[in-house]
């Protein structure tokens, strides 16, 4: 995610950083070049766009700028209940972590609590590592220990796995008598909490838009930038490839920023700095345990926050 003070008006001319013109450039040239291909053409006399008037390509503009408005409010949607999601684990984490250390305090010489917060942490990083089809065993290993680590290597699910380990140990207790049956049902409740905003995420990341959809949009847009020209050259001429350049510049933005927010799990500039939440997890529940040093936030790097 790109975390960066706002540029002057100037300097947003010149922006590079989390602008999407790195991804659309190649696009935008060819429909320049075309541009001034046809503005070469027409004062060549080679056609004569008399016949042509710019209104249809207005209102067709106007009806496909709606259609591009509608889908990137879908994709923004997906984006901002990601990190709606990931907002609510940190709570869930925070609570669970908090009910365990009070409730399971009269157990000091038990490592159930510590194991339930680490596992926690393990939860975020193994989480964010499936979203972004990584390894998630990899991920979690540095918070369980070593014949857990073993087991959870042949796991489909990871994090799911770190959550059947919580509720193993609040059994456990349960049985001991080291908890209430309603005590127990308080905790295992955030671990469900915890399940629910994980099938929420998977639901996100693995059900995208509707292709068709998608493909009508990009199609539509490139039709029509590739046409637009041959109505403006005979009203602008040596302007139209300017104001060609900037129509699509703005329609292949907005298309480019659309497939981006719609998986907000992903690795590009504008996705879910994933890796830094799991870090505010990990900082805060560490904090619980009273360890110290406790590690730094995770920082943007080149303002790009992952």
């Known amino acids: 995610m790109i975390v960066r003070p706002r540029p ?8 590079l950083r989390g602008s999407i013109i790195p991804r659309i450039l ?7 070049a075309l541009s001034c291909f046809v503005v070469w053409m027409f004062h060549q006399e080679w056609f004569s766009p008399a016949h042509l008037s710019a209104v249809p390509f207005s209102l067709f503009g106007l009806a496909l700028s709606v259609f591009m408005g509608f889908r990137n409010n879908v994709c923004y949607d997906r984006w ?15 609570s669970l972590a908090r009910e365990s250390s009070v409730l399971l305090a009269a157990s000091t010489a038990n490592p159930v609590q510590e194991r339930i917060v680490r596992r926690c ?3 975020g990083y193994a989480l964010a590592a499936r979203l972004r ?3 998630m065993a990899t991920a979690a290993r540095p918070w369980v220990q070593q014949d857990e680590a073993e087991t959870l290597t042949g796991c489909r699910n990871v994090p799911d796995a770190l959550l059947m380990a919580i509720n193993r140990d609040l059994a456990a207790c349960l049985r001991r008598g080291e ?17 629910a905003i994980q099938a929420a995420c998977e639901r996100i990341k693995f059900t995208p838009s509707p292709f068709a959809y998608s493909l009508l949009l990009h199609r539509t847009a490139w039709l029509f930038c590739l046409l637009l020209p041959f109505g403006l050259v005979g009203t602008l001429e040596y302007m139209m490839p300017v ?8 329609f292949f933005g907005l298309d480019a920023v659309g497939d981006e927010l719609e998986d907000p799990f992903g690795s590009d500039e504008n996705d879910l700095p994933l890796s830094a939440l799991a ?18 936030p995770a920082v943007p790097v080149d303002f790009v926050l992952r």
């Open 133 to 135: 089809q990584e390894d």
């Open 243 to 250: 104001a060609v350049t900037i129509v699509a510049y703005t």
């Open 279 to 296: 870090r505010v997890i990990e900082i805060d529940l560490l904090e619980g345990l009273g360890v110290r040093p406790l590690p730094e």
């Open 26 to 32: 190649s696009r935008i040239l060819v429909i320049t």
């Open 80 to 94: 901002w209940e990601a990190r709606k999601q990931w907002g609510d684990l940190i709570v869930q984490a925070r």
């Open 8 to 15: 002057s008006a100037l300097a947003l001319f010149f922006v």
């Open 179 to 195: 908890l209430s049956d309603i005590l127990y049902q308080a905790l295992t409740q955030r671990v469900a909490a915890c399940a």
């Open 121 to 123: 942490i393990g939860f």
